[in-house]
């Protein structure tokens, strides 16, 4: 951005270019003796220009990725307030652990009785999942919470085909997460949506005249993602049941009831677990997700594997799809999922106990309640509470002014905090989902308030500019979203520098 330094920095906040921008021919961060003498047995297939890798130091390195880092939000930074997605805190501990050269090391092709321990780990998980969910049932390998749903439908398909039932309707409620028509459609099945009613939960009249024998499940969330409790659940589960369909349920927002309640006994069928949000695994960059899904009785015949038995002489693990005798779509995923996310799920599971796990969640609950009371008066409530662990506002409190959620949440950048989700779930009008991570303090909350109250003040006062032109205090300004989409440039070759001179 423009500033009057020479450096192009402002302070600390450093200008960083690219680092093919910064890349010189000749410079290198390590000393190798030239390749001297040498046949070249690639032949035609031997590379004939320069690689177009950037030449830096070592300094030039460090000091790129440092700045980067700086650059960077995280809930180790601040407020994070992302609403469905819960950035939860990553306790050390869960870290220390994980990196543990016993479990860190371990490769997945070692023989079974070195890794006796590591199935252990995933057995013990596996156990304590299945007790918080009130499920028989785990299938541990989904990479994330998609993969977790499409695993769920691949499962309730196969149980359908295993009696010859070839139903070829999902339906999914209109406040769903994108992620679950998506990977309905991906399963084969045809989605069809159910209307959200005034309350903000799934229209039971209209889903109970939707069933029929034609279709296989209903994927529901719950907590929805208006942050309510479907309260009419047990009626869907039974409605469904009765129709010859499945119950799955996104699991996304189970940290909102962990401790509190089983979805088993509410008539769930297939449910993922977002270790990456209910149990404190970091989410993205800090380390990959994982989607496990919890299935019950019905379904568990119909899991894929691998999954760990416990045998006379140690752990073992069913690995193919004849052996179970089920298993007809076999794995979802090499090997046995994301380990180093099961590592510090059951870290915080052990660390936590099962009352402190209740605690989170009603903690959850408490503190995104106190946002809702804090700023109901200022902004627009969209389903009237008490809520969750998200409160859903919409932008009904913007109608007199020019600013847009969209303005809104750049100006939250500048008062240095991660703006909360916006325009989800798209049952109402330019949505702001937010959604305090439990550990925030008293303190911290209030603070939040004050800055989101001050700007809706300012936004119905008219200062419209300082909305539009947000943030003015990032590293980089507004982006062009539409064309980075449309247009992306995904990489920079020295070539490309001197075309696009
Ligand atoms: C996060 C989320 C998903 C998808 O989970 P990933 O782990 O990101 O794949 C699905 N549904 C809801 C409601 C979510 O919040």
Not at 23 to 39: N, Y
Request: overall charge negative; some cysteine.
């Amino acid at each position: 951005m423009a500033t009057e330094t020479f450096t192009g920095h402002r302070g600390l906040d450093m200008d960083e270019p690219l680092i093919f921008e910064q890349g010189a021919a000749g410079m290198s961060g390590v000393d190798l003796p030239g390749a001297g003498e040498f046949e070249d047995r690639l032949g035609d297939a031997g590379r004939e220009s320069e690689t177009g890798l950037p030449g830096l130091s070592e300094p030039q390195v460090v000091r790129h990725y440092l700045r980067l880092s700086r650059n960077n939000y995280a809930i180790d930074a601040g407020m994070y307030p992302l609403g469905s997605c819960t950035m939860k805190h990553n306790p050390r501990l869960n870290e220390k652990l994980a990196r543990l050269a016993g479990l860190a090391d371990l490769h997945p092709l070692q023989p079974l009785s070195t890794v006796q321990g590591a199935l252990a780990l995933i057995d013990q998980c596996a156990d304590w999942l299945k007790t918080l969910t009130g499920m028989d049932a785990i299938a541990m390998s989904p990479a994330a919470g998609a993969h977790g749903e499409l695993c769920g439908l691949m499962t309730i398909r196969a149980a359908l085909e295993a009696g010859g039932d070839g139903r070829a309707i999902v339906l999914v409620p209109e406040s769903a997460h994108g992620t679950n028509p998506a990977s309905a459609h991906m399963c084969g099945y045809k989605v069809e949506t159910i209307p959200t009613n005034g309350r903000g939960r799934v229209d039971f009249g209209a889903f109970n005249e939707r069933l029929g024998p034609d279709v296989a499940a209903i994927m529901i969330t719950n907590p929805n993602t208006c942050g309510l409790f479907e309260d009419e659940i047990i009626e869907i589960a039974d409605a469904a049941h009765a129709a010859g369909a499945y119950v799955y349920c996104d699991g996304a927002n189970f940290n909102a009831i962990v401790g509190r309640v089983r979805p088993g006994d509410l008539g769930i069928d297939a449910m993922h677990l977002n270790l990456h949000k209910t149990f404190s695994a970091p989410h993205g960059g800090g380390g990959p997700g994982s989607g496990p899904v919890v299935l019950s009785g019905a379904l568990a015949p119909f899991a894929p594997v691998p999954y760990v038995v416990s045998a006379d002489d140690g752990y073992a693990l069913v690995e193919s799809a004849e052996a179970s005798d089920a298993s007809p779509y076999g794995r979802m995923k090499g090997f046995h999922g994301q380990f180093g996310v099961f590592v510090r799920t059951l870290s915080y599971m052990m660390s936590m106990g099962a009352d402190g796990l209740a605690q989170a969640a009603s903690d959850a609950v408490l503190s995104a309640n106190y946002i809702l009371a804090g700023l109901s008066d200022d902004l627009t409530l969209s389903y009237e509470g008490p809520c969750m662990h998200e409160v859903l506002f919409d932008d009904r409190f913007l109608a007199e002014t020019e600013v847009t959620t969209l303005d809104f949440a750049k100006a939250m950048i500048d008062e240095g905090v991660h703006p909360m989700t916006m325009y989800f779930p798209l049952v109402v009008h330019g949505a702001l989902l937010m959604e305090p991570t439990e550990t925030e303090s008293l303190a911290s909350l209030d603070q939040y308030i004050g800055m989101v109250k001050s700007l809706a003040r300012r936004a119905k006062q008219g200062e419209v500019a300082a909305f539009k032109e947000a943030p003015r205090l990032a590293p980089r300004r507004r982006l062009d979203e539409t064309t980075a989409a449309r247009n992306p440039v995904l990489r920079w070759l020295p070539g490309d520098k001197a075309a696009a001179e």
